[in-house]
Each structure stands twice: as C-alpha cells, then as structure tokens.
C-alpha cells in the first residue's frame, strides 16, 4: 500500500510504507543508548497528512529509559518532517527490553 500526498496542481507525491517505515526505523536507531528497534518494530498510521506511529526498541542497561524515549521521538519528529511533507501526531516509544552489557 502507498501513501498518496497531493502537493498542488503541479503533481502528486507518492511515498510508498516502506520509505515511511525506513525513516522512522533509522530515525529511532541514530540515538545514541538505543541497541535496536526490534523485529517489525515500526507500525504508523496516516491520517490526513498526520502520521502516528508504534516504534518497539532494545535500549542498553547505562542509559535512562526515559531520556532515550523523548530523543527517539524528538529525532522521529524531526526525520520524518523534514523528509517528507507530513506531520507528526503522536509517537508511541515501546521499551520492550533492555540489553545489558558485558564490563
């Protein structure tokens, strides 16, 4: 499935999921803490031109959940809107393990 945008009688803009879905997963792993987005960790939802999203993440046992989460949607919000021509709704980080590591 594509996400059609309409710019303006010029033409049309045409992201197809996985463009969306690869910004998002980039976005998210660019912070320094995250260890991966796991699985088919990226789920989004268009409506309009308001993309929501589910992001699933391994983070490292050294930093703070909490911190890390608002860097991931913060760096999301910031990739997907100057990438592309839509908005960011609401961004739903999901720690779903925290990786420890060997000293």
């Known amino acids: 499935m594509n996400v059609k945008r309409n710019n303006n009688s ?7 999921n996985n463009v ?14 995250v260890e ?6 990226v789920r989004f939802y268009v409506t309009g031109d308001v993309v929501d999203a589910d992001v699933y993440i391994e983070v490292n046992s050294e930093v703070s959940c909490s911190d890390i989460a ?9 990739s997907v809107e100057t990438m592309t021509d839509y908005k960011m709704g609401v961004i739903n980080i999901n720690i779903i393990s925290v990786k420890f590591l060997k000293h």
Not at 20 to 33: D, K, M, T, W
Not at 36 to 41: E, K
């Open 20 to 33: 969306l879905r690869s910004i998002i997963r980039l976005a998210a792993q660019e912070i320094s803490g």
């Open 36 to 41: 991966s987005v796991c699985g088919r960790g």
């Open 70 to 78: 608002y860097k991931v949607q913060d760096n999301i919000k910031k």
């Open 10 to 16: 010029s033409g049309s803009v045409t992201y197809g």
